[in-house]
């Protein structure tokens, strides 16, 4: 008898581990998802940044992505990551849109 009451009440630690485990993983979905909807606004409310720059986060880590015209472009766009709340660190994978040529 004894060892069934262990065992039941091992199952039910293991079980409400997992769903711990469950929550604490949403929660930081949810709040980098929370991170990139702030940079993603942050970005948008900055005439010199365009559409074409995009954003995801990873645990704080935002990564930018897209293209732009200009150098000053890339640059500020990793300022206004930067200065959102939240954000740790922000990787720069945007790239420069080849210069137009009159052909």
Do not use: W, Y
Request: charged share 25%; glycine share 8%; aromatic share 0%.
């Amino acid at each position: 008898m004894v060892g069934r009451a262990r065992s039941r009440r091992r199952i039910i630690v293991l079980i409400a581990a997992q769903r711990m485990k469950a929550r604490a993983g949403s929660s930081v979905a949810r709040c980098d998802a929370e991170l990139r909807a702030d940079v993603l606004h942050a970005l948008s409310l900055n005439g010199m940044i365009p559409s074409t720059v995009d954003a995801s986060v990873d645990d704080g880590t935002v990564l930018l992505s897209g293209t732009v015209d200009l150098e000053h472009q890339r640059e500020e766009a990793v300022r206004i990551a930067g200065n959102v709340r939240g954000v740790v660190n922000v990787d720069n994978d945007i790239f420069l849109n080849p210069p137009l040529t009159d052909g």
